[in-house]
T-cell receptor
């Protein structure tokens, strides 16, 4: 059981370049999330999705776009990379609201924009 | 807006001893969830313990327990019989009851060191 898989694990971008961070889960979870973690800080929610075709903004959505065409995949797009987007990005998934349900995290993508 | 504050950037504990990590939060909601997550050097986010605000009883998970003080908006984590594997960043997090549990607001974290 792979859980939540993120690719790539590391990436260096030049200012103004674009890229897509991939996230896929094999647990048939309908909720998926993208977080960023800046050095010395906690995670902040960028975007989330409650099911295929439905996405919504989190706390820090500027500079990012997402899509959710399937239950399994939730890619995060950076259109014009800026140094402020240097961070570690985490994808997570979970089932519909349940008190005892656990959130599953990927292992993160470390992105540097130079 | 809800906020989560962890006032201890770093803590240290001797192996086999007990340590308490502090967390305070601010919300106008009456029903919500609180969490402690562990992040070892591998970066993996691991759920340690969860507390539902409507429950009076403090949550426990083996050596981990919380002291939930709703009126004071305080949510501390106690680690008993500390082990070397407990060394990690610990994050306190909050989510509204009505929303998804994944819409989390995190504190800045506490780095826990365990001395042999």
């Amino acid at each position: 059981n792979a859980g939540v898989t993120q690719t790539p694990k590391f990436r260096i971008l030049k200012i103004g370049q674009s890229m897509t961070l991939q996230c896929t889960q094999d647990m048939n979870h309908n909720y998926m999330y993208w977080y960023r973690q800046d050095p010395g800080m906690g995670l902040k929610l960028i975007y989330y999705s409650v099911g295929a075709g439905i996405t919504d903004k989190g706390e820090v959505p500027n500079g990012y776009n997402v899509s959710r065409s399937t239950t399994e995949d939730f890619p995060l797009r950076l259109e014009l990379a800026a140094p402020s987007q240097t961070s570690v990005y985490f994808c997570a998934s979970g089932r519909k609201d349940r008190v005892d349900e656990k959130l599953f995290f990927g292992s993160g993508t470390q992105l540097s924009v130079l | 807006a809800q906020t989560v504050t962890q006032s201890q950037p770093e803590m240290s504990v001797q192996e086999a001893e007990t340590v308490t990590l502090s967390c305070t939060y601010d919300t106008s909601e009456s029903d919500y969830y609180l969490f402690w997550y562990k992040q070892p050097p591998s970066r993996q986010m691991i759920l340690v313990i969860r507390q539902e605000a409507y429950k009076q009883q403090n949550a426990t998970e083996n050596r981990f327990s919380v002291n939930f003080q709703k009126a004071a908006k305080s949510f501390s984590l106690k680690i008993s019989d500390s082990q070397l594997g407990d060394a990690a960043m610990y994050f306190c997090a909050y989510s509204d009851y009505g929303g998804s549990q994944g819409n989390l607001i995190f504190g800045k974290g506490t780095k826990l060191s365990v001395k042999p």
